[in-house]
Each structure stands twice: as structure tokens, then as C-alpha cells.
């Protein structure tokens, strides 16, 4: 009897869950309206004409799509998102666990190591790629002017205009910007590893690479994973940088696929032919990120 | 005792409410609006959009509109630049994507954005102000945008040299283009590099190619222009090998090193650091006065590159409304009389003496106002009477080759990437020109 009273004074939509609710639909509602839609309407707007100014458009069918295929500067654009979204998570997430190890061994001014790793990540990437710019300038950046003074000007290069290297170059700007947050995840997770698995490591005679790799690393496989995920997506949309240090060139060698879908979309009057791109983009991100983390799952369990 | 289920009906109330406006203040940030466009006391405030360039040309935006806004009593202008380096077109693109337009446009593309019914008409008192040459109707009858400078076509689309340097190794001006290229020689012999220019930004690749291409484009003036021609089938991109080979032999032997990294404002300190005898510009007038700002000792002149006749073939097409650049009112504006009479007034003012006046006195041609007369100009800019000179020069050849493709901004973009390219040694030059005919053929097939 008690039971059922207690199921009319608390019906399923209580005033308390309608409060609730009410806190959560103007977000949701902005989030379906900013996100979802647009989301959404970028596939229908893939199969059209338009030039995204226009008010009037025409389907086209899979014509977009089939233009994508053959054309070679969207597959440089891919090649390049790949080298920067897969080259940018691996050098990231290793010199961040490295970088983690070694601030979790220090006993003195661990707060401001732990500083230090994170400015740069507190930056954003649009500045810190402008910073660069100055920097890498071929005939009035530091980095050439040193190398000159210092007598080695053969090693002065035109580090954003040598289409044999601008890629590299703006892999590793985009690594000295993004390890900041991963370093902090892979430390947080070495210091929340169980000393005495540890110290009964040790015990038995595990030497420190023994440790590491036995029991260390598979109680970090979890941040792995994070790590590696939020990487490669951070890579696979990299933008800033291009358009500050670049703009894609010179001429298209240095185009990412976000890159190539804002200039084509925005710059070109292409909007149908830049959505198309988009939808690629995406299934590219899906399928990668999830066939990355299904085997980085996979790699847990058997942890 | 309150806790979250003993709240009051009243507090709960409190609480939705309080998230409801947490909200509609988040979608009215999103909203936009019309952004500063607003009245404020008696004044209406309204913006400029306009592409941010070399300092003369910032310099002249900000004191025309700062003298406006002290004389007007019933509008405020604030300028809304966009960076140098930034891809204007881009720009312009985003901003019409957001739905914010600033009243008063500096406009590329017009075709495109007035087909999209994304501009006004620009009234007759402003026209009138101008000179009947100096604009023109679109298809529609309606006049969309009116110039911000004189019709020099791209007269200013020149080399800047050393004079200095030029008058201590005997070196003339070239008469002819085989003279340019004895002139190279002759400044790389003297262990010296020849020539600095810029393809950072996508736009200054024109700088060089334009000069070279002149001859080829000058052959199609009367035919309705080059771009016209070719995507009619009576002209190909591979008429134009002949100036991609010069272009290609000229990057490879006389040009600065680092040129692809280098920004377009940057070929001024590399001419007055004396890392280069001559550089490339297209501010005309402009870079002499920035070169001036930079280094009032610097004796600077420029030149045209002439054809192999000694022709000098300059871009110059005719005011039609549909495809050139210049001042416009947006739609957005015209909606709201307020806004629409501030640009006006704003118009209006620009096209007067006082302000012809000022642009004159900072470095700019004045655009050609009814009242030129009154217009006090300035020639005491060094090197400015080689410019002058130019306009008075026998072998000067005027040109048109205004596209009436409406996407052809997209086919422009593509071939200064792709000339870039191929000026980087990435393509050959038939593969340049087979992209870029292929390009053409998909833009023109796109439109229809």
C-alpha cells in the first residue's frame, strides 16, 4: 500500500525532472539547432549546386562526389590530413608519456614543471602558428637569422614556402602546440597506478623497463586510448594552422581536408562541392577513430 | 529545511525562468543580428568592410571615415577590416554566411553577390557625384558599385626598382621585354639579385604574370576579352604557354629566394634593405609611399614590363556594373531607411573634394569626381612622376578582359594556386595548363 503511495507522490515527471529538463532543453534545442541540423543538412546540401550565396540551387546527384574521387588535390589533401592526424596523435602521445614519466619522478618543483608543459596548450593555435610564422620567415625569422649567424646559412631553409618539408613543418608546430592537455592525462594516470603492484614488481626483481612495460603500461592503456583518440580527431581537423602558415600552399601542397573544404566551400562558391568533401571527411574520422579505438579497446581487455 | 524536493513552486519557477533566460541570451549571442549597426543617441552607426592593404591605402580608409564622422551629425562609420594576407573573397563569403552585413562594402565578385540579390542599388545622388565614365549599370539598369580610386585599370601594377642602384651601374628602364631580361642578366652578373616577389598570399602571384601575359590577353581586347574566349571554345589556357614559360624562366633565374613565404607587404623591406634591385607591386602610387615611410632617403621608380614591340599593355576594363569592384551598399542595409541614408551620406561624403583632398594628400588617386578640378594632387612622392609619366606614355595599350563567368573568381583562384605550383617546380607547365583547362571547362559547364 505504502509502495504504491509512494509511486503518486513521485510520478515519472516530477516538478523537480520538469525543472531539470527545463535546464536541459534550451541546450539541446541550441546544440540540434547549431550542430544537429546544420549536420544533417550538409548531406542533403552535398547533392546540389550551390554556391552557398544564392537562394536557388539544383541537384546534381552523386556528381560532387564523383568530382572528389578524381580529383588529385582533394587526394593531396587527404594524404596530408592523414600524415598530420596520424603523425601528430603518435608524436604527440609519445613525448607526452615520456615527458608525463618524467614529472611523475620529480620530488621538487613538480608544480612548476607541470606549468611549463601546459603553457603552450594554453595558446591558442591560430597565435602560437603566428608566432611561428614570424619565426620560420625566410628572409627576416630568427630561426634562419641564427642559423646564418652562427655560420651554417646552408641550413637556413624556406621552411613554409620548400613544398619537400612545409608538411613536416607544420606537423611539428601543431605537436609543440597539443601535448600541453595530454601530457596532464598521462600523468594523471601514472600517479593513480598502484604503488604496490609497483613495489611487488620491484620485489620480484623487475628491473624499471620490466616494470613499465608489465605493469605500468597496461594500467595506463585506458589514457592511451583517450589520448590517441582526442589526437587523431584534433588531427584530422586541423585548420588554423594551416590557413596562418600557409593558406595551403605554396600552391595546394600543403592542404588539409579541413583546409580544402572551408576554401573550396567559402572561397571557390562551391558550397555543394565543399559539402560533399565534408560528409567525406567525416566518414573518414568515423571510420578511422573507430577502428583506432576498437583495437586500442582491444589491447585493455587483454590488459 | 529546503532541499531540492521539498522546493517551493515559487523557487521552481525562479529556477526555470532563470534557465529560459540563460538561454534566450545564448541564442540572441548566436542570433548576431545586424551586429554594430544601430542607432546610438541621434547618431545611426553603421560599417565599412574593406580589404586592409598597404599602409597608404589603411591610411587613406581610416582618415576619410575619421573626418566624416567629425563632420556628420547623423552618422557614425566604424571601420571593419579585414587583415592583410586574409583571402578577401573568403572573407566576404563568411561574412554573408553569418547574415551580418556591414552597410558600406568594399566588393569583389559583385556579379555573384548581386545576383544573389545581396546588394542595393546605389541612389543617383551618389552617382552623380562621379564622373559618367566612371560607373556603370548592371544587366538590371541598377548601378551596384562605384570606385574607390581613379580608373587607372591596373596601371599600378608595376616593378619598383633602385634608382640609386639603377644610375651607379649605368642600367636603364627596358624599352623592350628582351631589354628586361638583358637588365636581369645584367643585375645578376653584377652578383646582385634582381628581382623579390611575393606568393605568401595567393593574389600577388598576378604581379609578375600579368605583365607577361598582357600581350597574349591584349589580342582578345575587342573580342569580349581572353577568359570570355575561352570558355566560348574560341581560346584555350594553352595560348597562354608562351608567358608561363617566361614566368617559369624568370622565377627560376632572377628571383629572390624564399619568394613562396614571402607576404606582398614584405617586397618593400626587401627592396629598401637593398637584399633586391627591384620588386614587384601592385599599389602603384602606394608602395612609392610606403617605400617613402619606410625610408625617406630610398630613391625609388617603377616600370612597366613591356611586350617584345615595346608595347606597354595594361588591364583596364570597362565600368560594367556586373563584374567590377568598388563601394557598394548591402541589401541588409537597404532594409532599415536609417542605415540606408547613413551609407549614403557616407557615399556622398566620399565622392566630395574635401575627401578627394585627403586620399590625394596621403598617397591615393582620387576616384574621378565631377569636382576634379577643385582636387589639389600630389606629386611630391618620389618616383610618383614615373607613374604620371606612364599615363602620357605613346606605347601605353589599354586592354579589356572582363569575364562575364559568374564563378570565374573560383577558375582565377585556382590558376594563381596552380601557377604557384608550377612556379614552385611541383607541376610542368602542360600539366598547369591541363588543370586549369580543365577547371575552366568544369566551371563553365557548372554554370551552364
Known sequence: MSAITEVRVRPRFSRGRLAMLGFVVPALAIYLLMVIVPSLQTVQLSLTDWDGISDDYAYVGIQNYEDIVASGRFWNAVRNTLVLGLGSALIINVISLVVALMLDKLNHAQGFFRTAVYLPALVSAFIMATIWKYLLNFNFGSVNTVLRDMGLPEWARDWLGDSSIVIWVILFITCFTLGGNTTLIYLANLQSVPQELIEAARIDGASGAKVFWNVTWPMIAGAVTVNMTLAMIAGWVIFDQVLVLTSGGPGFVSETMAFFIYKVGFGEYRAGFGSAAAVVLFIVVIVSTVAANAYMRKREIQA | ?448
Open chain 2, 1 to 448: 529545511m529546503h532541499n531540492a524536493t521539498t522546493r517551493s513552486a515559487r523557487s521552481r519557477l525562479l529556477l526555470a525562468t532563470a534557465g529560459l533566460a540563460t538561454s534566450v541570451l545564448a541564442l540572441a549571442g548566436c542570433s548576431g543580428g545586424s551586429g554594430d549597426e544601430a542607432e546610438s543617441g541621434d547618431k545611426t552607426t553603421i560599417r565599412f568592410l574593406y580589404a586592409t592593404g598597404d599602409d597608404t591605402w589603411n591610411t587613406v580608409v581610416d582618415q576619410v571615415v575619421t573626418a566624416f564622422n567629425e563632420q556628420s551629425d547623423t552618422t557614425e562609420v566604424k571601420l571593419d577590416p579585414l587583415p592583410a594576407g586574409s583571402d578577401y573573397a573568403t572573407a566576404l563569403k563568411t561574412v554573408d554566411a553569418t547574415g551580418n552585413w556591414p552597410a558600406v562594402v568594399d566588393m569583389r565578385d559583385t556579379l555573384t553577390y548581386v545576383n544573389a540579390g545581396k546588394l542595393a542599388p546605389v541612389p543617383d545622388e551618389v552617382t552623380e557625384l562621379l564622373e559618367p565614365d566612371a560607373f556603370a549599370p548592371a544587366e538590371d539598369g541598377n548601378v551596384y558599385t562605384v570606385p574607390y580610386s581613379a580608373l587607372n585599370g591596373e596601371l599600378g601594377m608595376n616593378i619598383v626598382y633602385n634608382k640609386t642602384y639603377f644610375e651607379e651601374h649605368d642600367l636603364e628602364v627596358p624599352e623592350t621585354y628582351d631589354d628586361f631580361i638583358d637588365l636581369l642578366d645584367e643585375i645578376k652578373a653584377n652578383g646582385d639579385v634582381p628581382l623579390a616577389t611575393a606568393a605568401a598570399e595567393v593574389w600577388p602571384s598576378d604581379q609578375l604574370w600579368k605583365p607577361l601575359a598582357a600581350p597574349v590577353f591584349a589580342e582578345y581586347s575587342d573580342d569580349g576579352g581572353f577568359w570570355n574566349a575561352a570558355a566560348a571554345g574560341d581560346a584555350a589556357v594553352a595560348d597562354l604557354k608562351a608567358p608561363l614559360e617566361e614566368l617559369k624562366m624568370i622565377m627560376d633565374n632572377y628571383v629572390l629566394e624564399g619568394w613562396q613565404s614571402t607576404a606582398d607587404a614584405q617586397t618593400t623591406t626587401l627592396l629598401v634593405n637593398e637584399q633586391a634591385v627591384m620588386a614587384t607591386s601592385s599599389a602603384g602610387l602606394g608602395r612609392l609611399m610606403d617605400i617613402n615611410k619606410v625610408d625617406p632617403e630610398f630613391d625609388a621608380g617603377l616600370f612597366i614590363i613591356p611586350d617584345e614591340d615595346g608595347k606597354i599593355n595594361v588591364l583596364k576594363n570597362s565600368v560594367v556594373g556586373d563584374t567590377a569592384g568598388g563601394l557598394a551598399i548591402s541589401s541588409q542595409a537597404a532594409e532599415n531607411e536609417d542605415e540606408y541614408a547613413s551609407a549614403v551620406e557616407f557615399l556622398t561624403y566620399f565622392y566630395s573634394v574635401d575627401a578627394a583632398n585627403l586620399m590625394e594628400k596621403d598617397g591615393w588617386i582620387s576616384p574621378n569626381i565631377v569636382g576634379s578640378d577643385e582636387v589639389v594632387r600630389n606629386d611630391t612622392i618620389p618616383g610618383a612622376e614615373d607613374f604620371f609619366a606612364l599615363l602620357e606614355n605613346p606605347n601605353l595599350v589599354w586592354y579589356e578582359n572582363a569575364p562575364t563567368l559568374s564563378t570565374f573568381s573560383s577558375v582565377n583562384t585556382f590558376f594563381r594556386q596552380s601557377r604557384i605550383e608550377m612556379q614552385d617546380g611541383q607541376t610542368t607547365i602542360d600539366e598547369t595548363i591541363a588543370k586549369v583547362q580543365a577547371e575552366l571547362d568544369a566551371q563553365v559547364a557548372a554554370a551552364g
